[in-house]
């Protein structure tokens, strides 16, 4: 497995952007499938985005489809996630995924192997 760490998260104006990171360590970054999922406080983990081990394949949940984009750079381990035109209803704790898969790209959190610790994003009204 490997070990995920979140950031870029905090406070934002509605209409505003944040970039998340997520950097992995411990194996094989490129052998992964990396997701990225949030939660509101009271409501299930929702789907955000997802992208296969070489960027082939890219899923968006419905809520974020237009405004944010998932990328990752393979020597650097690391999967980010920009975040454009938020707004409060993006307000959640954020967490990226990994799934060691070269063919499969999951959407769904049980798919995943390892988990980072979150990072919080709130977007003000």
């Known amino acids: 497995q490997v070990q995920l760490v979140e950031s870029g998260g905090g406070l934002v104006q509605a209409g505003g952007s944040l970039r998340l990171s997520c950097a992995a360590s411990?194996?094989?970054?490129?052998?992964?499938?990396m997701g990225w999922f949030r939660q509101a406080p009271g409501k299930e983990r929702q789907f955000v985005a997802a992208?296969?081990?070489?960027?082939?394949?890219?899923y968006y949940g419905d809520s974020v489809k237009g405004r944010f984009t998932i990328s990752r750079d393979n020597a650097k381990n690391t999967v980010y996630l920009q975040m454009n035109s938020l707004k409060p209803e993006d307000t959640a704790v954020y967490y990226c995924?990994?799934?060691?898969?070269?063919?499969?790209?999951?959407?769904?959190?049980?798919?995943?192997?390892?988990w980072g610790q979150g990072t919080q994003v709130t977007v003000s009204s």
């Open positions: 995924a990994a799934k060691s898969d070269y063919r499969l790209t999951p959407v769904h959190p049980a798919q995943y192997d390892s």
């Open positions: 992208i296969s081990w070489n960027g082939g394949n890219i």
């Open positions: 411990g194996r094989s970054f490129s052998g992964y499938a």
